[in-house]
């Protein structure tokens, strides 16, 4: 009963104070918000901190703080400027009410100078610094002359020092206000400006000197919980560095602060060490530097170890009340800490996903141009040619009945049988080369008495329309072209986008387990980045230290690749160091299970130089392997051009990615509009897959390819037309799986139908290619070409062209090494 009740208790119990909880976070949130808006967009957080910088000292007597910030303010967001005059007039009051009044005379000199000068300034930015560097230092003279009536080279060294450090302090504050005010926020935050926010909020700090609470220093405290906050957003690294230079400015502003620093250094180092601990440990890391500097803080002037402890526990009473949403924040702006690399990540998913959106959109745009462009109107196009029917009868009636005393009978009373025999007249003209035949020449000669003039006038008419639908044919056509060609972009486009989205797997674990496993054997590795562990598709990048060309890459760490991933990685690309302290950069990738290699003979027609015939092999992406043969009609150069021409829109048409049939039919379409000769060319083509050894066969017009597995011939055939002799080549594609061993020989018209006397040509190749030996490619192509040749008794009738690939496991040259303690990687 008790497990029972507290089922139900629990849920009820959630369901009761998580929506406070959740109210009491979007109140707090709200909240904040408000005193942003207040403080940061409004402006009058500028009031405090120029109460602050206003009454900020450096060695106990100089004041660099007012102009510097007052100029900046003015440079930046000249509205705002009398907001931080106001504060740097009320801060300097609480010194003397000669420090409030230097630093507004001081702050009315800068204006009308500024003023005075502006037109002759380029650069306001770069002239700032300068402008008040001089004017802090003349106006210090100026006072300490008014003052004593007299200068000393002491005098003239504090206004140069206090000159330097407005100088200095100015190009701070133009670079670190902006990140605090204005609400301005950057992405990223370089070093440089981490550092110069930190001096900028040590000095304000400065002007908590001498303020006290119960015997506790307000200065103590707000530097510790300065270093505390970015401790534990940024860790040791940066809390070293807050501690650091916010110690180097108190100490600056008091000598008596110097314990201070070494406390404050200590502190966030510490504190960021004990990051992992969330607050509780940032907050035990400063309690604990607080300890140990303590313990040696009375004789170098620290003070009383209990009130440095309380000091301690006051600032971490802060730390611990602030809240979240303002650490996170923070966070997001200094490289290196989960908060900033998550909306790094966030803001390059944003921009994976809108370039994905809008190559889509644009896929989509290339695929609706592609419809409208392939979108034929069955009733629109009988229509239209309805009408070009009518107005070709108009014009030869025009011509003919027009004058003609029996207009009447034949169109009035007899329209449809006049019209019938028109349109006949026409048609057979049409097709059979201005010829009517006897039998309608007879009965049209019974009803119309112009007959001879009707058959010249459609005669002449006949020749415009002709040309006006071959005109509309080749129209048609390159609407076509058009069409398959944006279908096709839109596919490539569209996997382009689904490439895009794929995202990076982290592979931090798989990093590590092959670093440890390669320095565990021996060999120093400086940096491992897996970019993929996809079967067949690795890559990963490995930086080593300079190897002196003895290889390892190849030698050693790509076998032991080969066990930890369970399959033959080899080396794709090394880049190795040209200097002794360098790096090289190696590229590992998974090898193909196959390999191909190829040879080739051909010869032009009657022993010349240029043949009508063109090959080429190109190595696709994604493991594929293109095997072309291309022959151009006829022989010579102009063939060769067009073979060559084919061969060459292929292979760039292929490695765009499109799929090969409508690369095929682009090229046809291409090359039947590109003239009006009857140039046509046959294509052999052969797409191998490296990884499982299957091939496919697309045959235009080419003449059968043979596959020799050992004794068995395997013949590869398809019926198809060459391309460029009708307007929508079909391409079959002829699927067969090849193994190791086995030789694919493709060739030319001229070789296959070369030999002389031979009844069935297939069955004589077939038999000489069982004959042959050898199984190198090359030597292949050339027996195959010598027996055509040999029994043509020497002579070259045509352009032959023989291309031979053989099939090969690609064997790794070193054998993988056994890696222990790893196991293989899924």
């Given amino acids: 009963m008790e497990k029972v009740e507290r089922r139900f208790i629990e849920p009820i119990s959630e369901v009761s104070f998580d929506p406070i909880k959740q109210d009491m976070a979007k109140g707090m949130k709200k909240f904040l918000v408000k005193i942003e808006s207040f403080f940061i967009k409004k402006g009058y957080i500028l009031v405090l901190l120029g109460f602050l910088l206003g009454r900020a000292l450096i060695l106990s007597k100089l004041t660099p703080f007012s102009l510097p910030f007052f100029a900046t303010i003015f440079l930046l967001k000249r509205d705002l400027a009398p907001l931080a005059l106001i504060g740097l007039i009320a801060g300097g009051a609480t010194l003397s009410l000669e420090n409030s009044a230097f630093t507004f005379f001081i702050s009315l000199t800068f204006l009308i100078i ?24 003349a106006g210090k003279i100026a006072e300490t002359f008014l003052l004593t009536k007299q200068l000393t080279l002491y005098d003239g060294m504090m206004a140069g020092v206090q000159m330097s450090l407005s100088f200095i302090l100015t190009l701070i504050f133009l670079q670190s206000i902006p990140l605090i005010t204005f609400n301005k926020r950057r992405q990223l935050l370089k070093t440089e400006e981490i550092v110069c926010l930190i001096i ?12 006290n609470v119960y015997g506790l220093s307000v200065e103590h405290i707000m530097s510790r919980y300065l270093v505390l906050i970015f401790a534990f957003v940024a860790g040791a690294t940066v809390g070293s560095t807050v501690g650091v230079v916010t110690g180097l400015i108190f100490s600056l502003a008091s000598v008596s602060s110097f314990y201070h620093m070494s406390l404050l250094a200590f502190s966030g180092v510490l504190s960021g060490l004990m990051k992992e601990g969330r607050k509780i440990g940032v907050a035990i890391g400063l309690f604990i530097a607080t300890l140990l500097i303590g313990m040696y803080g009375d004789g170098g002037g620290g003070g009383n170890l209990s009130i440095n402890v309380l000091e301690t526990t006051v600032a971490v009473i802060l730390f611990l009340l602030t809240p979240q949403y303002l650490t996170s924040r923070l966070a997001k702006y200094i490289p290196g800490t989960p908060e900033f690399t998550s909306e790094q990540q966030k803001y390059l998913r944003k921009m994976r996903d809108v370039t994905a959106h809008r190559v889509t959109q644009f896929s989509n745009v290339f695929q609706a141009l592609s419809k409208s462009f392939s979108q034929i109107d069955v009733e629109h196009d009988e229509d239209q040619n309805q009408r070009e029917m009518d107005f070709f009868l108009s014009n030869v009636t025009r011509k003919t009945c027009q004058t003609c005393f029996r207009k009447d009978q034949c169109w009035s009373k007899n329209f449809t049988t006049t019209y019938s025999f028109m349109e006949e007249m026409i048609h057979e003209m049409d097709q059979n080369g201005g010829i009517v035949s006897k039998k309608l020449s007879r009965e049209w000669e019974k009803l119309c008495s112009r007959s001879n003039r009707v058959f010249d006038a459609i005669g002449q008419e006949l020749t415009f329309y002709q040309a006006n639908q071959k005109l509309k044919k080749q129209v048609h056509e390159s609407r076509k072209l058009v069409a398959e060609q944006l279908l096709g972009v839109s596919e490539v486009m569209d996997d382009f986008a689904k490439e895009i989205l794929k995202e990076r797997e982290n592979h931090h674990k798989q990093e590590e387990q092959i670093l440890e496993a390669i320095q565990e054997f021996g060999i120093h590795i400086e940096q491992v980045e897996i970019y993929s562990l996809e079967k067949g598709n690795v890559d990963i990048e490995i930086s080593i230290p300079y190897c002196r060309g003895h290889g390892e890459c190849e030698k050693l760490i790509a076998p032991m690749l080969s ?64 095997i072309a043969i291309s022959d151009g009609m006829g022989n010579g150069e102009r063939a060769h051009y067009e073979s060559n021409e084919t061969l060459q829109l292929l292979k760039k048409i292929l490695q765009s990615g499109i799929e090969e049939k ?5 090229i046809n379409s291409i090359l039947s509009l590109r003239t009006t000769d009857e140039i046509f060319a046959t294509l052999d083509l052969a797409m191998i897959d490296l990884q499982n050894a299957s091939a496919r066969f697309l045959k235009v017009g080419s003449t059968p390819s043979f596959i020799k597995r050992g004794k068995k011939i395997i013949k590869i055939q398809a019926s198809n ?40 040509v297939e069955a004589w190749m077939k038999r000489k290619i069982q004959e042959i030996e050898t199984d190198d490619p090359q030597e292949v192509c050339d027996l195959i070409m010598e027996e055509v040749i040999r029994s043509r008794e020497g002579f070259i009738e045509d352009d032959m062209t023989v291309a031979v690939a053989r099939i090969k496991h690609n064997t790794p040259k070193w054998a993988s090494i056994p890696v222990q303690k790893v196991k293989r990687m899924a």
């Fill in 721 to 760: 037309l060459p391309i460029g002799i009708l307007d929508d080549v079909e391409v079959d594609v002829v699927s067969e799986q090849l193994k190791a061993g086995d030789l694919l020989i493709m060739m030319s018209d001229g070789v296959f139908e070369g030999p002389k006397h031979v009844e069935n």
């Fill in 563 to 626: 066990d930890i991933l369970g399959e033959t990685i080899v080396v794709k690309r090394e880049e190795c160091a040209t200097y002794p302290s360098g790096f090289c950069h190696a590229t590992f990738s998974s090898s193909k299970a196959y390999k191909v290699e190829t040879g080739v003979a051909h010869a032009a027609k009657g022993g010349g130089f240029v043949s009508g015939d063109s090959f080429s092999t190109v190595e696709l992406g994604g493991g594929k392997y293109a």
């Fill in 200 to 211: 900028m909020i040590a000095s304000i700090m400065t002007g908590t000197i001498g303020w």
């Fill in 114 to 137: 500024f003023r005075i000068s502006r037109k002759w300034l380029k650069n306001e930015m770069r002239a700032m610094p300068f402008f008040v560097g001089i004017i802090l230092g």
């Fill in 662 to 666: 409508t690369a095929i039919k682009s």
